[in-house]
Structures are given as structure tokens and as C-alpha cells.
């Protein structure tokens, strides 16, 4: 139903529009909202549009291949599903929607440590298409035992949340006093009964719980969490506890949340596999650069030595050419499948994938390259104006 209403959907925005009419105000702003300011928030995405490519005229790129790998497994197209914690709170249908939406799209889905539904249950729909995010919790026994799941399950890949040991000011959800569970401003009840939709799923759809954790056996209720977080949240996470996992774990390491070329270094001394380079598109720090301005660095203090994945401002096909021009392996995206999801479900989600992988063979096609393999720094216009990439270009 979602997706016949939607029909004028035709981008990313469009999903970012669309989404606000069926959230309540407060679920939006949580949604599409960054840390203070919203500086780096912003710069993900026009530090992207800054950088102009070069269109080539009377190139043959039929039988275009947008596939790729990552760490040996094959990707329909350079794109992957960030990790969201919470996205039971868009729609019911929340990460199996979204995981086997991934499947489809050959793509893998990074089931986050915040999720609302279990690992096990998206394991059952993506068993092979299925990332695991893993935090360093203050009790090593809950991070040891959520590692057990995930071999468990089959996953080969973790993640580690590496940018969440301080908290972050997210001041839209402030005002409106969104805690969990939330106590909204009586302004926002009668905002939330403009969405109907919304409201009757939330009502009469699953249950929101942490679905990951559990209390007695029964997931983690929303106004258990705050109490759960207060008493594992960990400030102390260090290298040390990274290499510690690095020596338990025979699966593939990434480590997201890297913003500095030194610690992608460290990183890879220390046995990573992916550098996930993200600043959690703007959401908890908001005095750092776009992710596109750090790549070119990271790209040359790893030096090949593991695989460089990107999160933050990709809207487009073309973000995806320009990120992986300059050295990402692949790139992921986090809102623009939220806010499909939470506009029309499933079906939505699917067809943001569909988007963005038409624009990746249209831009593809214009800078004259047929294959992922190909891009390359030589598909950027001439910049040596560009604020972004400091002459790395040139
Ligand atoms: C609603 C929402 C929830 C998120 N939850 C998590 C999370 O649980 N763990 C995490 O590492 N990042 C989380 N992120 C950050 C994403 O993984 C990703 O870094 C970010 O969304 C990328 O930027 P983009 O939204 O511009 O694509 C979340 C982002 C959003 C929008």
C-alpha cells in the first residue's frame, strides 16, 4: 500500500520528505537530526556535492558492473545498511524489513548493538547476508556472551562500535524530551494524532523493546534501558580491549567510528580487517570533518592493508562513484533506508536500494567507467579550488 502511495518517489529525499508525514514530529527530528549544531551532520552530505566529477563522452559501458566484494564476499553494488539501533521505532517491520530488503539487493544489513529486534531473528531472514555490531559493554561477560550469539547464528563479521565510549547532545531530542522510554511535551501527543498510521502501528505493531538484551529471559523493555545503559556503558574501551577481542575472535574484524588516519593505522597494527571510517553521520560529535574529507588520509595511512568502508552524507549513485574513487571499498548508508522504512515499509526499502543503484550505473556511465574496479581518482573534474580534499586530487 506504502509504495502505491509513493509512487512519485524518485530519490532519496524524496524518502526524507515522505518519512516526516508518516513520523510524528519528535520521531523525525530523531531520525534526520546530528549532534549540537548539526555542523558535521551537514558537512557529510555538501562536502559529497562539493566534489564534482568529469563526465567522458563516447565511452562503450555496456554490460556495466556495479559489483563488488568485501572481505571476500560478493556485493550486488558498493553499498551496504549501516547499523540502527532502535528502528522498530519507524516501523514495526523494523530490521527484518530492512535485512531482507539487503538480501534482495545483494547487499549486507549491520545488525546494530542498539537494535530493536534480536540478532537471531535477523539471522533467520539474512543468515549470510548479516554483519553483527558488538560493544564494549562494562561487563565483559554481556559483550562475551553476545559474541557466543553471533557465532552462534553464523555471522563471520563483526563490527565494533568504536565511537560511542562519550555521549553525545542531540538537541531536537531534548526538546522534545525524548528519553527512553520517551516523556514527550503535551505539544507532541497532539502531533503524534496527526499520524495515524504511525500511531496504530506503534499501538497495535511489536512491542518496542532492546530486542538484543535480555532481562530474565524477556528482551529489554525501552524503560529498562536506561538503567541498563547507565550500569554497562563504558568510557574505559581502549586498544587493549580491541586486541583482547581481536585474539577470541577468528572472524573478520571491523572497527566503525574511525575519523583520524593514526588510529586507522592502529587499527590495522592491531589485526582489523575494515576500517569503518563514520561519524555516525553527524550524531554524536559535531565538531569534526565530513567523512569524504578524512578518506583520502585514512586510504593513505592504511596503504592497502585492510578494506576502507565510509557511512555519512551518501545520498546519491554519484557518492558512491566519488567514495570509492578515492579508496573506499564500499559505502554504507544509514537514514535514506530509515526514512524509506519508515514512509512505506519494506517495499520502500527495497526501492531506495533500486534508486540508488540506478544512479550508481547513470553515474558510472558518465564518467566513463564500466566496472567498480575502474574508478579511480581520474574520474574527478579538475578541483584545485576543492575546500574538501585539500589538493589530494591534484
Ligand atoms: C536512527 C539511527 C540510529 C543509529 N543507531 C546506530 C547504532 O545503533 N550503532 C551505530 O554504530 N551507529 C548508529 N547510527 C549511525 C549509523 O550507523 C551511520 O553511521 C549513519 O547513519 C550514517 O550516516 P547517514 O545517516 O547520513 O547515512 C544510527 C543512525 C541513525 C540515523
Given at each position: 500500500m506504502g509504495i502505491l502511495r509513493n509512487k512519485w518517489i524518485v530519490s532519496i529525499d524524496?524518502?526524507?520528505?515522505?518519512?516526516?508525514?508518516?513520523?510524528?514530529?519528535?520521531?523525525?527530528?530523531?531520525?534526520?537530526g546530528g549532534a549540537l549544531d548539526e555542523i558535521t551532520m551537514r558537512a557529510n552530505e555538501e562536502h559529497f556535492d562539493a566534489l564534482m566529477l568529469r563526465q567522458r563522452s563516447m565511452v562503450d559501458v555496456t554490460g556495466m558492473d556495479t559489483s563488488t566484494t568485501v572481505l571476500g564476499r560478493s556485493l550486488a553494488m558498493p553499498l551496504m545498511v549501516a547499523p540502527m539501533g532502535m528502528l522498530t521505532i519507524f516501523h514495526p517491520g523494523s530490521d527484518p524489513a530492512v535485512a531482507r530488503a539487503a538480501v534482495r539487493a545483494g547487499s549486507i544489513f549491520i545488525h546494530s548493538?542498539?537494535?530493536?529486534?534480536?540478532?537471531?531473528?535477523?539471522a533467520k531472514v539474512a543468515p549470510n547476508n548479516l554483519w553483527a555490531q558488538v560493544a564494549f559493554w562494562k561487563d565483559p561477560e554481556e559483550t562475551a556472551s553476545y559474541i557466543k550469539r553471533a557465532r552462534a547464528v553464523g555471522v563471520d563479521t563483526l563490527v565494533v562500535a568504536g565511537d560511542v565510549g562519550s555521549s553525545s547532545k542531540?538537541?531536537?531530542?531534548?526538546?522534545?524530551?525524548?528519553?527512553?522510554?520517551?516523556?514527550?511535551?503535551?505539544a507532541d501527543y497532539?502531533?503524534?494524532a496527526t499520524r495515524p498510521g504511525w500511531l496504530w502501528r506503534w499501538l497495535t505493531g511489536r512491542k518496542m523493546t532492546y530486542g538484543n538484551y535480555a532481562v530474565n529471559?524477556?528482551?529489554?523493555?525501552m524503560d529498562e534501558m536506561n538503567s541498563w545503559m547507565a550500569s554497562n556503558k563504558n568510557p574505559a574501551a581502549t586498544w587493549d580491549d580491541f586486541a583482547k577481542l581481536r585474539s577470541e575472535w577468528s572472524g573478520n574484524l571491523v572497527i566503525k567510528?574511525?575519523?583520524?588516519?593514526?588510529?586507522?593505522?592502529?587499527a590495522v597494527d592491531e589485526g582489523a580487517d575494515g576500517i569503518f571510517i563514520s561519524n555516525h553521520g553527524g550524531r554524536q560529535f559535531d565538531a569534526q570533518p565530513a567523512t569524504i574529507d578524512v578518506l583520502p588520509s585514512i586510504v593513505e595511512a592504511v596503504g592497502g592493508r585492510a578494506e576502507i568502508y565510509l557511512d555519512g552524507g551518501v545520498r546519491r549513485g554519484h557518492d558512491i562513484v566519488k567514495a570509492v574513487a578515492l579508496g573506499a571499498r564500499a559505502v554504507l548508508a544509514g537514514r535514506p533506508f530509515a526514512y524509506a522504512l519508515a514512509t512505506g515499509g519494506e517495499p520502500a526499502v527495497d526501492r531506495a536500494f533500486g534508486i540508488l543503484r540506478e544512479e550508481l550505473k547513470g553515474a558510472m556511465g558518465f564518467v566513463g567507467k564500466a566496472s567498480v574496479a575502474e574508478l579511480d581518482k581520474t574520474v574527478f573534474a579538475n578541483q584545485s579550488h576543492s575546500p574538501v580534499l585539500n589538493g589530494v586530487l591534484l
Open positions: 524524496d524518502y526524507r520528505r515522505a518519512s516526516r508525514k508518516h513520523l510524528p514530529r519528535m520521531i523525525s527530528d530523531y531520525l534526520e548493538a542498539w537494535a530493536g529486534c534480536s540478532l537471531e531473528e535477523v542531540r538537541e531536537r531530542d531534548l526538546h522534545h524530551g525524548l528519553s527512553m522510554p520517551p516523556r514527550p511535551p503535551v497532539f502531533n503524534a529471559g524477556r528482551p529489554l523493555r567510528g574511525i575519523m583520524d588516519a593514526e588510529d586507522a593505522a592502529r
